[in-house]
């Protein structure tokens, strides 16, 4: 319950899927030698191998090699081919000028490179060489995480982040992450210093399901949670919107070495951390308690979107002289949002896909079928994340953050960035105007 008489239901999806399964979870937690000596019977769905090549330590041939996977496993779900293969590839971004540093950036579990192409240039205006990967596993269909593991994924963490120190040479390199890609970077850079700063995004260090644990056991015996027919949506052009145990498992095996390498040592450069109270996939107060205490240089920051009681929705300094959680309401009624969600904090309110006009309504979101419908069907809606429910309101998931531009300020004063070079893409995007249809059928996903 929360305050007015609104009601929302079990925020993470994930622990409602494990549910559905209980039998099989019982099973496994009794006969764990026999989960395990079935493990490597895992396939793709389609019934073809779902592991990634390997991928050569260049940023041109990390690109080539996504676009060969995608031109040759992908999904498409829309007419426009070329748009969601662009949408989907590793992309980089120029600042005129030779650049001063590099930025490399990771999405998340299910996501895509498109995650963070509204940040990209903000950072690239500053002077930096920045480039997005695509994960293995990623950008084709969601039968191929099955075969991939936490190693596949810092495996290319790492051939990046080589490749872009050789193009960058001795000017900083700072490592983003959304999720899952926080994950990553956060258990990458506390082992390597040389890295000058962090900006961590809905930051994965712990699901707000208690059933996290089980998932590398479940995977071998129950490899998806949801299904996988005609019945349901699998993708979106960006991102998938059902993921195999396997995905969730691995998802598990880098919050556990990210809180690790946190136990082992605080994070001792600039960092700025995004959370939404109301996250439904991110236990978001053990984020704010581990930011306080681990997180200990002094132009760190957390932005808080919510209200906490002693925490007043107002600036605080970034001298270091008055705290260092930056609070912002996410209950904004004048533009119909009722909470922020664990992925509308990445995206501007322009963005062509996400954005207040943008093409695509998230509309399964955990409400009732009649109010799905309405959303469907082109009805007013409020935004919030997964599973928010209120009498008499419909309520799609929120895809863009009204605060980005404050956001963004706050990012660059953390990081210490200056300058105003025009950013320049190495790889235009694919036009907006091409974009799918205005309302998709979105179901239920914990991409990370």
Sequence with gaps: MSGGGKTRTPSVRMANRVRRVGAAAAVVAAAGLMVLASACSITAQDGTAARTPSIAPTFAAHRAQALAALEGRRRYVSADMRAETEWNLPREWHSVGAPKGGALLVHGLGDSPWSFVDIAPRLAERGLLVRTVLLPGHGTAPSDLMGVTLEDWQRVLREQVAALRDTVGDGPLYLGGFSTGANLVLDYAQAHPEVAGLLLVSPALRSGSRWEWLTPWLAPVVPWLLSTGDDRPQ?????????PTNGFAQYYRSNVAARAALDARPYDKPALLIVAEHDSVVDSHY??????????????????????????????????????????????????ISQFSHMGVLFSDANPLYGRQ???????????????????????VWYSDWGYREPGKVHARLTYNPY???????????????????????????????SPAASLTTAPTTAR
């Design 235 to 243: 993708q979106t052009p960006v991102r998938y919107l059902n993921t």
């Design 287 to 336: 984020v704010r308690q581990v930011f306080g205490t681990r997180f200990t240089h002094p132009a760190s920051r957390l932005i808080w979107y919510g209200a906490e009681q002693g925490m007043a929705s107002v600036d605080v300094s970034l001298d270091g002289s008055a705290g260092r959680v930056l609070v912002r309401p996410d209950r904004l009624p004048a533009e119909r």
């Design 358 to 380: 943008g093409s695509l309504r998230l509309c399964l979101n955990g409400q009732e079928p009649a109010e799905y419908r309405r959303c469907v069907d082109g009805g007013e």
């Design 404 to 434: 980005f531009t404050w956001q963004t300020g706050v990012m660059l004063s953390v990081l210490g960035l200056e300058g105003t070079a025009a950013a320049v893409p190495t790889t235009a995007p694919a036009s907006p105007a091409a």
